[in-house]
């Protein structure tokens, strides 16, 4: 089975800290993403990547920036954390570059900003 | 263009009845067309998906119906139990490389016994 998994379920931080969120797969699939996850607006790509070193912009990059130094690792940073990115924060993984595959997620994490 | 919308936003269907979620888009270039489903605490995980070529897929209770010239397709779920209280995501992407996943605003689906 898949497993995509994220380093933590629950984050609390402070307005301005640097915040990093992990997410590791075990299938090695060359697609990786971050979406933002808010009641209402449903799941926003944030950014995505399609190999090692390589990112692309999704529909809500400001305020955040990713790292991919390894295949199995995706790492989410927000540079200043601020109140308005507090939210659900969710990590996939696909098999092909293209559409039209499966998007494995991993369980979440539920940043909150003070 | 780039938009899919998803309605109703929430519903609630008798155990047993039908539950229908609806889904439109505009970009003609898409042919990839999933249902997530997603648990309170879980991430979304595939239940269905389609593509083009087809009008109707069914797997077990879950049916998408697909009406290319509408540009839209819907989730029937038939026989509605307790068990299939979840948010539903329809999404939609092309074939092509560079191409990633168009999600709706989800539906909230609560199967009252």
């Known amino acids: 089975d898949v497993k995509v998994t994220q380093s933590s379920r629950y984050l609390v931080k402070r307005t301005g800290e640097k915040v990093f969120l992990e997410c590791v797969q075990d299938m090695d699939h060359e697609n990786m993403f971050w979406y933002r996850q808010d009641p209402g607006l449903g799941l926003r790509l944030i950014y995505f990547s399609y190999d090692v070193k390589m990112k692309e912009k999704g529909d809500i990059p400001e305020g955040y920036s990713v790292s991919r130094e390894k295949k199995e690792r995706f790492s989410l940073i927000l540079e200043s954390a601020s109140t308005n990115q507090t939210s659900m924060y969710l990590c996939a993984s696909s098999f092909n570059w293209a559409g039209g595959y499966e998007q494995f997620f991993g369980p979440g994490t539920r940043l909150t900003v003070l | 263009q780039q938009q899919v919308k998803q309605s109703p936003q929430s519903l609630i269907v008798q155990k047993g009845g039908i539950s229908i979620i609806n889904c439109a888009y505009e970009?003609?270039?898409?042919?990839?067309f999933p249902w997530y489903q997603q648990f309170p605490g879980k991430g979304p995980a595939l239940l269905i998906a389609i593509r083009p070529d087809v009008s109707e897929k069914k797997e077990g209770r879950f049916t998408i119906s697909f009406n290319k010239s509408a540009k839209q397709f819907s989730l029937h779920i038939m026989d509605s139990q307790p068990g299939d209280s979840a948010t539903y995501f329809c999404a939609a992407s092309g074939d092509q490389a560079g191409t990633a996943l168009i999600f709706g605003k989800g539906t909230t689906l609560s199967v009252s016994s």
């Open positions: 970009n003609t270039a898409f042919d990839y």
